[in-house]
Every structure is written in C-alpha cells, then in structure tokens.
C-alpha cells in the first residue's frame, strides 16, 4: 500500500477518534470508492480525471453520513455502528462489481498519472498526502473549532452544556473522514491500475490502529 494513501485515510480517522469515537468502516469506504471511481473511468474515458475523483469523493462523504446518523442521530456507539457499516459497504461493493475487474489497461492514462505524475521529482501523492496532513494539522492547532471537538471527545455532556453543537462536530468528523477515505479510494485505483470488489480489504486496521496505540 502508498503510505501516501495511508496518511490521507489516517488523518481523516484521526478527526474522528478526537471527536470520541471510532470508524473501523475506513477501508471498505475506500474500497468501494475506488471500485466505482475506478470503474467510471474505465467506462468514461473522455471525460476529465476530475469527474471520477470527485465522484469518489463524494460517494465517500455519502457512505460518511450513514455513519454519521448512526450515530449521531440513531445513538448507536460508534464501534458497533461502523462494524456494521464495515460488513455493508463491502457487500455492497461485492454486489457492485460482481466478478468485474478494472485493470491498468481498461483505464485512461490520464487516470493512472493521477499517481504517477510528478512534480519536482517528487510523487503527487506524497505532495498531496503532505498538503492534507499539513492542513489538517493547522485546523488541529490555530481554530477555534478543534478545541470544541477535543472537548466533546473528552467529555460530551460537559461539552453540551457549554454550548457546543457536540453532535454536527461529531457528524462532521465523520464527513470529513469519509471524504477523504473516497480521494484516498480514487487515488487506490490510480496507484495499483487493478481493482477488484476486494480493494483495500484486510487494511482496515492500519488505518486507525496507529492513533489507537498512540493514545
């Protein structure tokens, strides 16, 4: 695996364990999305390379919100809700791409130089996961906003009552973990050319483990 697509995943997932919770759905997100992006480029050759990775994107941010309203709206905890989801979405992949293959060669090139295009030597994709953790990371340190949801991760009934929308935070740490897991997805298909309905399968945990023994 791209250690830079692992970055990109890992921060998204980070959102969400400071907000209290965890999403262990990560990597059927992005195995569905990069089937489907994947596939649409395949399908679509014509078309520029940013339709498929904003299509990825989005599908992402939508498998996001069901995650998001399990648990925000529906209260399941965060554990048992995308276990489920985890289960689903890779159904759902499974039942999306059936017995079909994308491979490098059903692919436009201008989809796979989405990973293999350079800028000053150096791979977009590490430019790109560096701008996201970068980015990230100034949110996490200089705004308003990441103390709010460092305070409903610590502890969300006192982060209510001090007026904090704990659960649109929470919502939408799940949204943005989720969005990127769907550019994380597109950028799969793009890095390997081959995909198949069991991408990123078994990867789950190197998502999310990292910040869970971190602390």
């Given at each position: 695996?791209?250690?830079?697509?692992?970055?990109?995943?890992?921060?998204?997932?980070?959102?969400?364990?400071?907000?209290?919770?965890?999403?262990?759905?990560?990597?059927?997100?992005?195995?569905?999305?990069?089937?489907?992006?994947?596939?649409?480029?395949?399908?679509?050759?014509?078309?520029?390379?940013?339709?498929?990775?904003?299509?990825?994107?989005?599908?992402?941010?939508?498998?996001?919100?069901?995650?998001?309203?399990?648990?925000?709206?529906?209260?399941?905890?965060?554990?048992?809700?995308?276990?489920?989801?985890?289960?689903?979405?890779?159904?759902?992949d499974s039942l999306i791409a059936g017995s079909k293959q994308i491979t490098a060669s059903t692919v436009p090139e201008s989809y796979l130089q989405?990973?293999?295009?350079?800028?000053?030597?150096?791979s977009v994709l590490i430019w790109l996961g560096i701008g996201i953790a970068l980015a990230i990371g100034i949110w996490l340190r200089h705004t308003?906003?990441?103390?709010?949801?460092?305070?409903?991760?610590?502890?969300?009934?006192?982060?209510?009552?001090?007026?904090?929308?704990?659960?649109?935070?929470?919502?939408?740490?799940?949204?943005?973990?989720?969005?990127?897991?769907?550019?994380?997805?597109?950028?799969?298909?793009?890095?390997?050319?081959?995909?198949?309905?069991?991408?990123?399968?078994?990867?789950?945990?190197?998502?999310?483990?990292?910040?869970?023994?971190?602390?």
């Open positions: 695996m791209s250690v830079s697509i692992l970055l990109i995943v890992a921060v998204g997932e980070l959102l969400v364990m400071i907000s209290g919770n965890i999403d262990i759905s990560v990597g059927s997100m992005v195995g569905v999305c990069a089937f489907v992006a994947a596939s649409f480029a395949a399908d679509n050759p014509e078309v520029s390379v940013l339709v498929p990775l904003a299509l990825g994107a989005t599908l992402g941010l939508a498998l996001g919100a069901v995650n998001g309203v399990l648990v925000v709206v529906a209260g399941v905890p965060s554990i048992m809700a995308t276990l489920g989801t985890l289960y689903v979405f890779r159904g759902a989405l990973a293999s295009a350079r800028i000053f030597g150096v308003r906003s990441r103390r709010h949801l460092y305070a409903v991760g610590i502890n969300d009934s006192a982060a209510v009552n001090a007026g904090i929308h704990s659960r649109r935070l929470v919502f939408g740490a799940f949204a943005a973990s989720s969005l990127l897991c769907g550019v994380a997805g597109t950028l799969w298909g793009a890095r390997f050319g081959t995909v198949t309905a069991d991408a990123a399968s078994g990867f789950d945990f190197k998502f999310w483990l990292p910040w869970l023994l971190a602390g």
